[in-house]
């Protein structure tokens, strides 16, 4: 019975999201149980995708990428799909109505993984919305759950969200990025030579996406509120500390936020939450 493999699909996409990253595992757990399943399937069609640019090194990456995308719009056309991680996807794409045209718009970044490895201002302001921003709108879709106003209230709020942590995402993996795959995201700057002023103006630029999300965040529907604020506060803790490497060394150490520091923040952001301080 299809119910039993969609069962299977969906606990594939969750365990490929608790694998892969606790800190959106934290978040999607703070989060209402009735939006978990869909928040985990876009998960694991996102970090596939990334998966095949980032790490399959020894295999034709563009082949890969390309039967990768091939498969995800026949798994939607057909509503079903031997993949277990594009079957739960589709499922969300079909549920929450989620348009097409952001499903492109994200395997066209990833796509340009694979071509560009320095960035124009205009190619990278088309990347931060391909792989980050109109994923914040797949999962505001599932937020908002059919509710058009709202929805489009809330979008640009969600998308500056997506644009802050994927900006703090190539801040944190810097070294890997540039030393390892030999990309360079940030325009206009030779990061071999980074210095501390073109770092200070980056993070004026995450700020300011960050006080736009802030705003958007406190007014979504409370199956999402206290979830997605915990990973505002997760991110923005990992900024602090980020901030505070200096640009010699931002090239030689990977910052990160231990478990430890995680339950700090989820308690003190529970508390907030359940005294309406957001």
């Known amino acids: ?3 039993l493999f969609d069962d299977v699909s969906f ?5 490929t999201t608790r694998t892969y990253s606790t800190s959106f595992s934290l978040g999607i757990y703070c989060l209402n149980k009735s939006v978990h399943t869909p928040i985990y399937n876009i998960y694991g069609f996102v970090r596939f995708a990334d998966e095949i640019v980032d790490s399959f ?3 034709d990456k563009v082949k890969l990428l390309k039967e990768f995308r091939e498969e995800t719009y026949k798994a939607i056309e057909r509503g079903i799909s031997i993949n277990p991680i594009l079957n739960s996807f589709q499922h969300v794409v079909k549920k929450y109505k989620i348009e097409m045209e952001l499903v492109e718009c994200f395997l066209n970044s990833m796509e340009m993984d694979l071509t560009e490895n320095r960035h124009s201002q205009n190619s990278y302001e088309t990347y931060i919305l391909g792989s ?3 994923v914040g709108l797949m999962c505001l879709r599932v937020f908002t759950n059919g509710d058009e106003s709202q929805y489009q209230k809330l979008k640009p709020s969600a998308m500056k969200l997506g644009s802050a942590f994927q ?3 190539f801040l944190r993996d810097i070294k890997d990025d540039y ?3 030999g990309r360079t995201y940030f325009p ?6 980074l210095t501390n002023k073109e770092k200070a103006e980056i993070e004026l630029d995450i700020e300011s996406d960050f006080r736009v999300a802030l705003e958007g965040i406190k007014q979504l529907p409370m199956n999402a509120r206290f979830g997605v604020y915990v990973a505002y506060v997760y991110y923005y803790a990992l900024f602090t500390k980020i901030k505070g490497i200096p640009s010699y060394r931002i090239m030689k150490e990977r910052a990160r936020i231990s478990n430890y520091q995680k339950i700090g923040l989820l308690a003190r952001s ?4 359940s005294l309406r301080m957001l």
């Open 132 to 134: 980050a921003e109109v």
């Open 167 to 169: 900006k703090i995402n």
């Open 57 to 59: 090194h020894d295999y």
């Open 188 to 193: 206009n700057i030779d990061i071999a030579l």
């Open 179 to 181: 030393k390892t795959l």
């Open 1 to 3: 019975m299809k119910h």
């Open 270 to 273: 529970y508390f907030k939450h």
């Open 11 to 15: 606990a594939t996409s969750k365990h």
